[in-house]
Structures are given as C-alpha cells and as structure tokens.
C-alpha cells in the first residue's frame, strides 16, 4: 500500500512539536480525518480547541475551502507563537493564546476539533459551540466494546456523554487498534 502524502505544514507543525518536547499531538489517522471534515465545509467556521505544535491545525488546515475559516487556540503561549508561524501567510487562519472559552466569540462551528479545553471540564459549552448540523470530532478515546462504554474498569462517563446526548448524532470510530474517536453532528 502506497504512503499517503503528508501535507508539508503538518510536516512544519510536527516539527516543532520535535523541538519542544510536545508529545500529545494527533495522530495521522485523526489528521486525515480532520482534513476531510474540514473538506466537507467549504465555506465553514471551522475551530479547535488544543492547538498544541499546530499538527491537527495543519490536517485540518489541508481540506480548508478556499471561502472557509479556521481558528484555534492554544493557552501555551510559545507552543501558540510557533504554531501561528506555521500559518502566518494565510489570513484564513487564527491562532488565539489563552483559554478555551476565547472560541466562544468566534462560534458557531460548521467544524469543531476539541483536543483541548472544554471536552472534559465543560462538554455542555463544547456543545454550545457548534452550529446546527455542526460536526463534532474528539479524539484520544480507548475503543470498549461494552456498552455502556468503559474505561479502566468503569463507565466512561465522558464519552457516555457524548454518544447519547440529545442534542447529537454521534458515534465512535476506530482510528488505530487501541485509539477512537466520537464523531458527532449537532442536529438541527
């Protein structure tokens, strides 16, 4: 099987993710699955929560239409400098410094990458964020096969949360043999 192409700004993101000892950057899987969420809204407010080295900002930054926006935000203030340095001749992206709730002025999301704030402490204001028929996508899951789904032993409240909210459509998808995701569309 043929290597799929690595867009060059994940290349520079992840990079930098080298230099600064920052492990907790997505995965290719993920990258690939950010990039065509991002694909299928091209005229999208498209957000992220957990900016890190710039990784998941660069997949979703390679399916960005040409009418779309993105805006992430990181509260490393150096991790946020570099990053924005990825992206610093592209006027459709934002890099924010500080808390989570800065997306807030820019929502509602067409797209929303929570890798970051707000996914554990505040899923009800994740929520808030996302315009209707908005797509969801949180990573960094361990796949369960019970249901409810569990984790370590116990429900996995979070994730619970997520696959049976009202206000969602939602799923979960296998990205690698040990990792997942929950995909979710707000519905209208």
Known sequence: MAQRAVPSRVEAAER??????????????????L????????HGVIGESGTGSGVGTA?????????????????????ARRAAGVFADDDR???????WRLLEQHAPFDVFFCD????????????????PGGL????????SSHWPPRFEGEVDELRLFYLTHPTLNATEVLTTPSSSVVVATRRH
């Open 136 to 143: 969801l996508i949180l990573d960094d899951f361990t796949p």
């Open 93 to 99: 992206v934002g890099v924010l410094t500080g808390d």
């Open 16 to 33: 930098i993710a080298v230099e600064a000892g920052f492990k907790k950057s997505c995965i290719p899987e993920v990258g690939r699955l």
């Open 116 to 131: 970051g704030g707000g996914k554990r402490d505040d899923p009800e204001g994740v929520l808030k964020l996302l315009a």
């Open 35 to 42: 990039s065509l969420a991002a694909a299928a809204k091209p």
């Open 59 to 79: 997949w979703l930054h390679s399916g960005l239409g040409a009418g779309a926006r993105l805006v992430t935000v990181e509260r490393d203030e150096e991790l």
